[in-house]
């Protein structure tokens, strides 16, 4: 009887009655006069934020990005280049150690150890070996053809020659000697004395005179030539250019060059030194004016700007945003509040969950669905 009184559904008010509409109309007058000031003040807060932003903090950042990059080009890549010089000492050192190690001591085991062994074994061994091996060679292959030779052959060849060969050729040779002088000899000698007489008395001044009329022909051809194309050039270039060029030499490019030279050098001396040192001096009088005045400016700057937002940021700003945080809570709170005990006077107290949800649920505020039914039933439970 119990659960069936308590599973009874009691009438839910809709709340959009007019009193309702009452409660809420000075509910939201006391919510734009105090949230609309906050909202205000928060954009005015957020305009400020972003023109701190754009006109301090990326003018800021900006700055701090050149510096690093000054930085690193004139800090650390000489650092860097430094510790590359370093590395390839290191390199050199490490080199000339592994040579230390490596390489000369079995250099000098290779140059006085080995080398001298392998010429001792070369000439005390090898060579004495070889000498031997070789007396063997000729002993075994040489000798033996070198007395054939000396003992058989030549004698032979000796003996042919001197009574048999020698004996037929002289009998050849002095009937070719007879055939020549009786037979070829005064025919020869008379187409001789013929061609010798044709030779000195007629080719032989017909030669001369071809010969000195090639000459005179040649010499005056030269003459000629010389006369045409070299004298001309020749003293030209003696007696015009060479003295023009000596000349302009000596007498206008040497005293033109010597005052050129004379005025570069004075130039140089007298002006360009004095105008580097000045601008040099000018540069380094205005690096030092430079940093005097960013070193004043940075001054300035911490003295009227950021110390005095740091002192307002701390000891304005920072409490004024507290205590809007603390009137903002207890504002909302306060509303809160006042809507709960608005609504629970004029409509009561919300309304409860049934006992046979509250029984399904076990008192849980999730779907009654998605629990499993009760293992004893209710006609059970009342008998």
């Known amino acids: 009887m119990d659960l069936e009184k308590h599973g009874r559904h009691e009438p839910e008010p809709d709340g959009r009655g007019c009193v309702f509409a009452v409660v809420r109309i000075p509910v939201r007058i006391l919510a734009v006069v105090i949230v609309l000031p906050l909202r205000m003040a928060w954009d005015l807060l957020v305009l400020g934020a972003r023109g701190v932003h754009r006109r301090a903090l990326r003018p800021a950042g900006d700055a701090v990005a050149w510096l690093f990059a000054r930085l690193y080009r004139y800090v650390l890549t000489p650092l860097g280049h430094g510790l590359a010089w370093l590395a390839r000492g290191t390199g050199l050192v490490l080199k000339w150690l592994a040579l230390a190690v490596f390489y000369w001591p079995w250099a000098a085991l290779g140059r006085y150890v080995l080398v001298p062994v392998g010429a001792a074994l070369w000439r005390r061994v090898l060579v004495p070996l070889g000498l031997a091996l070789g007396w063997l060679a000729k002993a075994l292959f040489v000798w033996p053809w070198v007395a054939l030779w000396r003992y058989v052959l030549v004698p032979g060849a000796a003996a042919l020659y001197r009574y048999l060969l020698r ?74 250019a060479v003295p023009a060029a000596v000349g302009t030499y000596r007498y206008l490019l040497t005293p033109l060059g010597h005052g050129l030279a004379w005025v570069a050098r004075g130039l140089y001396r007298y002006v360009l030194t004095p105008l580097g040192h000045f601008v040099a001096a000018a540069w380094h009088l205005a690096g030092r004016v430079s940093r005097a005045i960013g070193r004043g400016l940075l001054r300035l700057w911490r003295g009227l700007v950021a110390r005095p937002a740091a002192w307002v940021h701390r000891h304005v700003l920072t409490p004024a945003g507290h205590l809007v945080r603390e009137v903002w809570r207890s504002s909302r709170l306060a509303v809160r509040e006042a809507r709960a005990s608005v609504r629970q006077a004029l409509f009561g107290p919300p309304p409860r969950e049934p006992a046979r949800s509250r029984a399904r649920t076990l008192g849980r505020t999730t779907a009654a669905g998605n629990t499993p039914a009760p293992e004893i039933s209710l006609h059970e439970r009342q008998g």
């Open 167 to 240: 004996p037929v050729g002289g009998a050849v040779a002095w009937t070719l000697t007879a055939a020549y002088r009786y037979l070829l000899v005064p025919p020869a000698l008379g187409v001789a004395w013929l061609a010798r007489g044709l030779y000195r008395y007629v080719l032989t001044p017909a030669g001369h005179a071809l010969a000195w009329l090639a000459r005179s022909a040649g010499v005056a051809s030269g003459w000629l030539a010389k006369a045409v194309f070299v004298w001309p050039w020749v003293a030209l270039w003696r007696y015009v």
